[in-house]
């Protein structure tokens, strides 16, 4: 069983609970981070803590801990749960007020909740997904307009990730105003004429830990990158395609609405990035 975090608690997970009036599962009013684990490390930590700042700073949301001590919270989860590769998941919601009401509570009086707990996903790093590649369809992107927050209203990526597997992809490219936004849980990238091409930052996507190391190492590696919005369209006509994120890392796309990207085969550029990711983040784990 889980050793799990819950306000300045380790529980077994079967212990964890928190109020019926949590205004995270009352109106969704919280912020996550997920930090990959390999080699007993964190991934990217500084990266996902800073985000972290930010989403509650946007939200008008109370930091509860202090960062060293949220970097503690996570290690000691890993270590009692003897993570060698998988996860640290975190959430920080608004907390609990006497009622349900759209109005903040009284941040004086109501303080945020603070869960937090590892999945284990052995073979992480060396996952077969990452040599076959993934297929990906396309959908309307029905997301609110504030995607540069990482709230937890995970509900339309969810039901995206559900259209995929009901037309036997593996995951959703959400397109707006005719350009890819982003995948369901991760940044979409197109490699044409050896040049990297993803969406510009805004609060239409995620600002992805993975999205922003990934840029530059490559950048640090020489190659050419774009940051600029792509249609379906061009992507299906791309030499490569990949997705980012913590848990993917680097994953390619091998299929665009039944079209198949290059060869149909994870290309040379998607691998090398994986690679030079995966070396690169491994010596700055913590
Ligand atoms: N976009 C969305 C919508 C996401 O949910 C995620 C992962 N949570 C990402 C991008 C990738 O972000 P990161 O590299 O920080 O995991």
Do not use: C
Not at 64 to 88: T, Y
Not at 104 to 130: C, I, M, R, W
Not at 187 to 205: C, D, M, S, V, W
Not at 239 to 266: K, L, N, Y
């Amino acid at each position: 069983m889980r050793t799990v975090y819950v306000n300045g608690e380790y529980l077994p997970e079967n212990e964890a609970k928190i109020s019926i009036f949590d205004r995270g599962f009352l109106m969704a009013d919280g912020v996550y981070e997920v930090t990959s684990v390999l080699d007993g490390k964190l991934i990217d930590f500084d990266g996902h803590a800073r985000r972290l700042e930010r989403s509650l700073g946007e939200l008008d949301m109370q930091h509860p801990e202090d960062l060293p001590n949220l970097l503690e919270i996570h290690r000691e989860l890993v270590r009692l749960n003897e993570i060698e590769e998988g996860l640290v998941y975190l959430q920080i919601t608004r907390g609990a007020p006497a009622d349900r009401d759209f109005a903040f509570p009284d941040p004086e009086t109501t303080t945020p909740t603070v869960v937090l707990f590892t999945q284990n996903k052995p073979g992480l790093a060396n996952s077969p997904a990452a040599q076959k590649g993934i297929k990906v369809i396309s959908i309307e992107d029905q997301r609110w307009a504030r995607r540069d927050i990482k709230t937890v209203q995970l509900l339309f990526p969810s039901m995206g990730k559900m259209m995929a597997k009901a037309a036997g992809a593996d995951d959703a490219w959400m397109v707006e105003d005719g350009a890819v936004t982003e995948g369901t849980s991760n940044n979409a990238y197109i490699i044409k004429n050896n040049t990297i091409i993803t969406r510009h930052l805004g609060n239409e996507i995620l600002h992805g830990i993975t999205r922003a190391a990934v840029l530059r190492f490559a950048q640090e590696a020489q190659m050419k990158v774009e940051e600029r919005s792509f249609t379906i369209a061009e992507a299906q006509d791309a030499d490569e395609a990949f997705i980012t994120s913590a848990s993917t890392f680097v994953m390619p796309v091998v299929e665009i609405d039944g079209t198949s990207v290059g060869a149909g085969t994870p290309g040379p550029v998607a691998a090398r990035l994986r690679e030079i990711y995966l070396d690169e983040s491994r010596k700055l784990a913590v």
